[in-house]
């Protein structure tokens, strides 16, 4: 019996190898799941709820315009691989709209920026049956946009669910913290000075949120022209009202504003360029402002110095590389 006890516990060594081995594969950390999204305020939403249970790649960098963007065939094979595909809606992504909803007939596919409750939606008169689809600018209506993407993430991985909100948790307490800085600073602007004129009309939400009147040279959409009677009237009402500052956006180009700019000074009403607005597209990728709150509070910095409020220049965590 003897000779047999060396390959028995050989044999019960190996067993517990494998089955040691096998525990391990067991508990390895779980592939992350692949998620495109367009916009890239929507992808840090994903990249904030998802951690590293997820990679996040987003269609439409700094800079670039949502209302024109067409989709291209990288873009396609990226969604054909994609686990989960998110889209803002509402009209945003104009020229793609199509394109998705006969996507979502095939792939896994959600519009997270329509979670936002009709009620809560500012209409248009030149759309009609359209709602404004800058729903980002209220942060109090983004919150609504971060429980989208993460009962669209809980969907496509199940496992990942306590993961999930417990971020969403923790990303939506941040957001509620930035608009306690928004309040504050917000009302510091002099009554008078509360309009703010920029490229097109992308802050309209933050204007019924915060009570400043927006004026935008183009309409909600920048694939909506601004013609000559449009600016003139703007004209006209820089001077009547002496507004001193209007803003160029990050994303629009900057030649309608300069023809304000130009006409109100053939007028002999100085105004000045506030600033560049992140609208339709965050900062640079790695900096602070190409985050969602970093983006939302170099806006809400930069309006509140330009209009003659109080803000500290760097911003609500001091993180801002230039809010003036």
Same mark, same amino acid.
């Given at each position: 019996m003897s000779l047999f006890r060396p390959a028995r516990t050989l044999f019960l060594t190996a067993g517990l190898l494998v089955f040691g081995a096998l525990s391990t594969l067991g508990h390895a950390k779980a592939k992350p799941i692949n998620v495109v999204a367009t916009t890239s305020m929507i992808a840090d939403a994903a990249r904030q709820v998802a951690g590293d249970r997820a990679e996040v790649k987003a269609l439409m960098g700094p800079g670039v315009d949502p209302h024109s963007y067409r989709q291209t065939r990288s873009d396609i094979a990226a969604m054909a691989r994609a686990d989960l595909v998110l889209w803002h809606g509402l009209y945003l992504e104009a020229q793609l709209e199509e394109f998705f909803l006969d996507l979502e007939k095939r792939r896994n596919v959600v519009a997270v920026g329509e979670a936002v409750d009709k009620s809560k939606r500012l209409s248009h008169a030149e759309y009609e049956g359209r709602y404004d689809p800058h729903v980002w600018m209220d942060p109090q209506l983004w919150e609504t946009v971060v429980y989208a993407v993460r009962d669209a993430l809980?969907?496509?991985d199940p496992e990942g669910e306590a993961t999930y909100r417990a971020n969403a948790d923790k990303h939506v307490a941040d957001i509620e913290k930035l608009i306690d800085y928004m309040k504050t600073v917000t009302v510091t #602007? *002099? $009554?008078?000075? !509360? #309009?703010?004129?920029?490229?097109?009309d992308a802050f309209s939400y933050f204007g019924r949120g915060y009570d400043f009147e927006v004026l935008g040279i183009q309409g909600i959409s920048t694939e909506s022209e601004a013609g000559l009677r449009r600016v003139e009237e703007? #004209? %006209?009402? &820089?001077v009547d009202r002496k507004i001193s500052a209007v803003f160029v956006e990050s994303s629009v180009p900057e030649r %309608?504003? !300069?023809?304000? &700019? $130009?006409?109100? $000074?053939?007028r002999d009403q100085k105004v000045g360029i506030g600033g560049t607005l992140f609208s339709d597209a965050m900062g $640079? *990728?790695?900096? @602070?402002?190409?985050? @969602? &709150?970093g983006m939302i509070d170099h806006n809400v910095t930069l309006i509140t110095r330009a209009l003659g409020g109080n803000a500290p220049e760097g911003g609500f965590q001091g993180k801002l590389a230039a809010a003036s």
């Open positions: 809980i969907k496509t #602007v *002099p $009554e008078k000075s !509360r #309009v703010l004129l920029t490229a097109h703007l #004209v %006209n009402t &820089i %309608n504003v !300069r023809a304000l &700019i $130009e006409g109100a $000074e053939a $640079e *990728p790695g900096t @602070y402002e190409g985050t @969602y &709150i």
